[in-house]
């Protein structure tokens, strides 16, 4: 089986990106905690934040600011991770981007015919990942590809038994089928969700008019942050709606979920990426006014 080499790149910077040193913060305090949980909807910026995290922490450290700096490994998921083997050959791909020599005795596992259980697999990699020196970290972005219990059970296993060293990072877009009820009471669990994603205002202003050079008045922000409540997409389909427009103040007023940047959005990233049963429930009920929760069900 080949590895797909792009899965395993930190995505670059994207343009306009607007620096955020209230969660990277947060991000750093949780290094000495097993997992961070990044869980938001889609278009919360939960792999631009991961990204911003990275490329400061790889920085050098100036020693008047310093800075934790670390080893990273990422993997972008899709859905065909969601084979046992395939995910496991790119997870230690993913390790030996930053460690060539790490994962032989693993690798050898997974070229064998019958494929071991991957807690045998993840055994042998977690004893080499032992001899790791430093802060070493680990993003599984877009986790929420993965629907398979055997990698859910794979990656419990990886974290009850993850060298003090090492930090897995990951985002998603729902939570994912972990013991995360037992890491937060042992204090192991670091969680960033939609309410610490939203754009502030401050942050919506810095964007859309430094990021997006709208020239928008203090009112109209604070208007388009409040349509948009801080989803960070929503800010950015706005702001590209915008843009030589005469009347910005006018568009605010009308902006709402029925634009078709909204609706595109909507479609590709969140509707034809449901199962079939549900996406039919929801047109079944997409035409009602009242919904009844237990009868929706």
């Known amino acids: ?156 296993f990886l974290l009850e038994h993850l060298p003090p060293q090492v930090h897995l990072v990951i985002t998603t877009r729902e939570d994912p089928q972990l013991p995360l009820a037992r890491l937060r009471a042992r204090g192991q669990l670091n969680e960033l969700r939609a309410a610490e994603l939203r754009f502030t205002p401050g942050e919506a202003a810095a964007f859309l008019n430094q990021g997006m050079q709208l020239g928008l008045s203090a009112q109209d922000i604070t208007a388009l942050e409040a349509r948009t409540e801080g989803w960070i997409a929503g800010l950015q389909l706005a702001a590209l709606s915008m843009q030589g427009r005469s009347d910005p103040s006018g568009f605010i007023q009308d902006f709402a979920g029925h634009h078709r940047y909204v609706m595109d959005f909507l479609v590709e990233e969140v509707l034809q990426r449901q199962p079939e049963h549900l996406r039919t429930f929801l047109l079944h009920t997409s035409i009602l006014e009242r919904l009844s929760g237990p009868l929706c069900n």
């Open 1 to 156: 089986m080949s590895i797909l080499a792009t899965k395993l790149f930190v995505p670059p910077p994207r343009p306009n990106t607007i620096s955020r040193p209230r969660l990277i913060e947060r991000l750093n305090e949780g290094l000495h905690q097993r997992l961070t949980l990044i869980s938001a909807p889609a278009g919360f910026g939960k792999t631009t934040l991961a990204v911003e995290w990275i490329t400061a922490g790889q920085a050098p450290v100036h020693p008047e600011h310093p800075h934790p700096q670390m080893h990273v490994a990422w993997l972008s998921l899709d859905e065909g991770d969601n084979e046992p083997r395939r995910f496991l050959l790119h997870l230690v791909a993913a390790l030996q981007t930053r460690f060539p020599e790490l994962g032989a005795q693993a690798l050898e596992l997974l070229q064998t015919p019958q494929l071991p259980s991957p807690e045998t697999v993840l055994t042998a990699l977690i004893n080499e990942l032992l001899t790791i020196s430093g802060k070493f970290v680990l993003v599984l972005d877009d986790y929420h590809a993965i629907e398979s219990p055997l990698i859910d059970q794979a990656l419990a």
